[in-house]
Structures are given as C-alpha cells and as structure tokens.
C-alpha cells in the first residue's frame, strides 16, 4: 500500500511563497509519475504540474513560471515550490501518485489527504 503524506501549507500572502512536501511510503518510488492537484471552494479538482519518474515536468497554463515540481528520490518525496502566489491560488492541495505518469486522462492510483493553502492579506 502507498502511502502520501503533504506538508507545508498555511496562510500567506500575495506575492509570497510556500513549498510544499509530500513523503511517499513505497518500496520503488522512483517508478512513480507524481503529481500536485489543488481544488478550491466550489470547484472541480485540477491537475498543477507533474513529474515523470524521469523528470520530465508539465505544468497548467495558470502557474507556469511561478510553480516548481521537483522530487527527489532518495528521499522518497515531491516538492511544490510555489512562488508569486496569488489569491486565486487559494486550494486545498494534493499529492497524487501512479505507477507510470499522471496525466489528464491517466489519473492516480493514490491520493495523500490534502494540505490547505490560503494566499490573502
């Protein structure tokens, strides 16, 4: 069983930054596509940015430039640096896992239980 556990969210103000961590309990992570999706209030879940188990980034139009996916397998854990945030970045954010790569229609085997980030003044 995989498991995903988020870190690092809170309140923060626009134009400042948060990074975000996700610890994932498996015995070959390295052969998991990761990904961050967020949902915010009255809204379906959307897909952040992923990472291939080779490196390989993608990103949603809306946080490109501004967001960073990394992982770093010895540790068995994925990073969101998210710089520049903005209001409309305000989400419940999630880790996701498969084995393979996440993609729109390739969606994840394994989900962490969210962490909330609030970008306000």
């Known amino acids: 069983q995989v498991q995903l556990v988020e870190s690092g969210g809170g309140l923060v103000q626009p134009g400042g930054f948060l990074r975000l961590s996700c610890a994932v309990s498996a015995s070959a992570f390295s052969i998991y596509g990761m990904g961050w999706y967020r949902q915010a209030p009255g809204k379906s879940r959307e897909l952040v940015a992923t990472?291939?188990?080779?490196?390989?980034?993608n990103y949603v139009d809306s946080v490109k430039g501004r967001f960073t996916i990394s992982r770093d397998n010895a540790k068995n854990t994925v990073y969101l640096q998210m710089n520049s945030l903005k209001p409309e970045d305000t989400a419940v954010y999630y880790c996701?896992?498969?084995?393979?790569?996440?993609?729109?229609?390739?969606?994840?085997?394994?989900w962490g239980q969210g962490t909330q980030v609030t970008v306000s003044s």
């Open positions: 990472i291939t188990s080779g490196g390989t980034t």
């Open positions: 996701a896992a498969r084995a393979g790569r996440i993609t729109i229609t390739m969606t994840p085997h394994y």
